[in-house]
């Protein structure tokens, strides 16, 4: 980020000052850091690289259009850390600078810049999504798109901000489906404030619906015939129950909104300390409909959130879950305080989140080591290219299908021999392992391949070896040992695979 504040920094004219510059070199930083650390994949890179092997209109329980950004990623990069890490990164670009422009609708540039600046404070999007997230990016900044323009509309009407809020709709539907929870609380809070509801009921109004439903009716179509494909996956992750403990549940929502917004609150209380609720000076300056605007909205989510727990039977919230729906929180603050972007201790705020930034910078290269203080190994220890090298040594040809026993060994191999298509067969998918197997294996002797099978010790699963071969003959099985990256004191990671090459006719 902007290493000087921007209320101090040069006019805008001058490039090197510009926090748009700082954001891309930070976000160029992250990905050199990605590129050095590791070649292997953590679960939701992994699922990307399986993914995006092929164009589909729906893939599994997530909407399809992070796969086709990173289809299109691969097409340039190849299917690799770098095509991964670069959208995952250009994601967050976005999404800081749709913030920020919504932030300049209500703020000054200081302002606007604390509001984009702070959602490095939200550890889902500031941390976690650097470690391992994609859909949750995408929509994040879908969320930042929408509110940057209802504010417009807000302020000054147009038929284009509303077909522009409706493009924002519909791609934030295509990138997660809980995006309907934040459009949905979004609009009924305007229009429980009378100017917001005159400016969404103004001339063109109808544009907004037409064009987000134009965008997802082509993945509507799939949705409607895969609907339990699409959300079984989510909501046994929610653990609803049918006889729910609302203890359970509305604790695991308190503990998720803590972990969401109690990093940027502490850091906000510890820059403008008791500045926060005394009366402003400058009250006259609050935009009229912020603040019932603003109100409206969180009683919404609130509502929405509990009404999940004591109605739907609810017990499990995760922070990721919840970042769409507050990432506008430090916005909504300093809207209501604006007084605040000329409070003598300023400085410490811009001070704080560039801090925050570099350490979590240096986090990221360091994850390493984390395996170190957890006694465990991590995704990234896995020794990939001596695997690779292992496996071509063995007579792998690099081309003929790959079959894993779970999809980060499957998607981190596709990276190794991007010309292989690779899946895994898994029980934990719902698939048949043997029936996944034999159809992966039918496939390749059409297409006169061989078929290598793998697997690593900690996430086979029992008999997995015995159904993956229940079809196709008798194979012999290998294994290997090989230390992890940067832990050699823990024992190896163990792999056994089998190798069987394209059977050649007379």
């Not at 299109?72 to 422009?101: E, I, Q, R």
């Not at 969320?143 to 000054?156: D, H, N, P, V, Y």
């Not at 029980?427 to 159809?439: E, T």
Request: some cysteine.
């Amino acid at each position: 980020m902007n290493l000087s504040d921007p209320q101090k920094s040069p006019p805008l004219g001058s490039v090197i000052a510009h926090p748009l510059l700082w954001l891309l070199l930070l976000a160029a930083a992250h990905v050199a850091v990605r590129l050095a650390i590791s070649p292997a994949l953590k679960w939701d890179e992994a699922e990307q690289i399986l993914w995006s092997q092929n164009l589909a209109l729906g893939y599994g329980a997530q909407p399809p259009l992070y796969t086709w950004l990173q289809w299109a990623f691969n097409s340039v990069f190849g299917p690799s850390v770098l095509a991964l890490s670069a959208l995952k990164h250009s994601a967050l670009v976005l999404t800081y600078v749709l913030m920020w422009g919504a932030g300049r609708e209500l703020l000054g540039p200081r302002g606007a810049w604390w509001a984009s600046a702070s959602m490095l404070l939200l550890p889902p999007l500031g941390w976690y999504s650097v470690r391992d997230q994609t859909h949750s990016i995408l929509v994040t900044a879908m969320a930042c798109a929408a509110w940057w323009m209802l504010f417009r509309l807000i302020k000054r009407p147009s038929q284009r901000d509303f077909a522009l809020l409706g493009l924002a709709c519909g791609i934030g539907m295509l990138s997660k489906y809980s995006f309907a929870l934040v459009a949905g609380a979004m609009v009924l809070a305007a229009l429980m404030v009378p100017e917001a509801r005159r400016a969404l009921l103004s001339r063109g109004w109808w544009w907004t619906p037409i064009v987000a439903a134009l965008v997802f009716l082509p993945h509507a179509s799939w949705l409607m015939t895969h609907l339990q494909e699409a959300t079984a996956g989510t909501l046994h992750k929610m653990q609803i129950q049918a006889d729910p403990s609302l203890t359970k549940g509305l604790f695991s929502l308190f503990t998720s909104l803590l972990g969401v917004l109690l990093l940027w609150s502490v850091v906000a209380l510890w820059a403008f300390r008791t500045s926060w609720w005394r009366k402003s000076v400058s009250a006259a300056s609050v935009t009229p409909w912020a603040l019932p605007l603003f109100r409206r909205y969180l009683m919404l989510v609130t509502l929405a959130l509990v009404g999940m727990v004591l109605l739907g039977g609810v017990t499990t919230f995760r922070e990721r879950w919840l970042l769409p729906l507050l990432c506008v929180v430090p916005l909504m603050a300093f809207a209501v305080r604006p007084d605040l972007q000329q409070h003598p201790r300023a400085g410490r705020y811009t001070a704080a989140v560039t801090v925050i930034a570099v350490l979590l910078l240096v986090a990221a290269g360091a994850r390493l080591w984390f395996g170190l203080i957890r006694g465990d190994a991590d995704e990234l220890n896995h020794p990939v290219l001596e695997l690779a090298g292992t496996l071509r040594d063995a007579g792998y040809d690099g081309r003929s299908p790959i079959v894993a026993a779970d999809h980060m060994l499957a998607g981190t191999l596709r990276t190794r021999f991007p010309q292989a298509p690779a899946r895994a067969c898994t029980a934990d998918d719902g698939q048949d392992v043997a029936a996944c197997v034999a159809a992966s294996a039918e496939r390749a002797r059409l297409a006169g391949q061989g078929l290598l099978l793998i697997s690593r010790s900690d996430r086979v699963e029992p008999d997995w070896w015995a159904r993956a071969q229940s079809g196709l003959g008798p194979m012999a099985v290998l294994g290997i040992d090989l230390p992890f990256h940067q832990l050699h004191k823990l024992p190896p990671a163990h792999y056994e695979f089998a190798w069987q090459p394209a059977r050649t006719t007379p």
